[in-house]
Each structure stands twice: as C-alpha cells, then as structure tokens.
Nanobody, 120 residues
Framework: VQLQASGGGLVQAGGSLKLSCTAS????????TGWFRQAPGKEREFLAG????????FYADSAKGRFRISRDRATNTVFLEILSLKFEDTAVYYC??????????????WGQGTLVTVSS
C-alpha cells in the first residue's frame, strides 16, 4: 500500500484546511486509515481514523471538535479537515493505513507527510 498525502501549506490562524490521503496498491478492505501529526520538537500524535469497511470514525480527545475525517471509497482517499486553525496546529501531518483489524492508533503503512504552517 502506498499513501500520498497532500493539501498542506501556509494558512492564517482561524482559517481551515483540508488534507487528502490517497491510497494505491492492494485494496484496503478490513483496515483503517488514520491521520497523525508531529510538531517541531514533539512526539507524533494520533488525531483521527476511519475504518474502510463500515466507515466508522474515531478521534483522539485532543482532535474532537476541530478535526473532521472523511473518506471517499471510490478514489481510495481519506480527508482530514482542520477548522479554526491555531498556531499550535503547525506540524507535519501524516496519513497511515492498515489492511487488518487493529488498535485505532496502530498502522502499518505511512505516507510521506504534508507540512501545515499556521501563521498568526
């Protein structure tokens, strides 16, 4: 499975941004795709995930409210929309996937990351 993340960039605080993650290769059926981020000097943080079979969504407590995850099965794409961007949202955002049942934060395949920079 190969993952291609895109949609990052420089945005002003208070704005919104929608990141995309497109999967290619073997079909994702039983697993999930998730989004993480890593801010400078911090550990990688799980944000949200969506299952492929049923479409159920799950969020880290820190991501509830301003982050929305969605999927388009037709294009094998998962989106992460970030609302009311804050300076502390500045980070490299990664998408990840697994093609098996697993813990919500456990993934086997990783994209290259897309940088989101929030300006004040």
């Amino acid at each position: 499975v190969q993952l291609q993340a895109s949609g990052g960039g420089l945005v002003q605080a208070g704005g919104s941004l929608k990141l995309s993650c497109t999967a290619s290769g073997p079909a994702l059926t039983d697993g999930a795709t998730g989004w993480f981020r890593q801010a400078p000097g911090k550990e990688r943080e799980f944000l949200a995930g969506v299952s492929w079979s049923g479409g159920s969504r799950f969020y880290a407590d820190s991501a509830k409210g301003r982050f929305r995850i969605s999927r388009d099965r037709a294009t094998n794409t998962v989106f992460l929309e970030i609302l009311s961007l804050k300076f502390e949202d500045t980070a490299v955002y990664y998408c990840a996937a697994r093609n098996r049942v697993g813990d919500r934060t456990e993934y086997d395949y990783w994209g290259q990351g897309t940088l989101v920079t929030v300006s004040s």
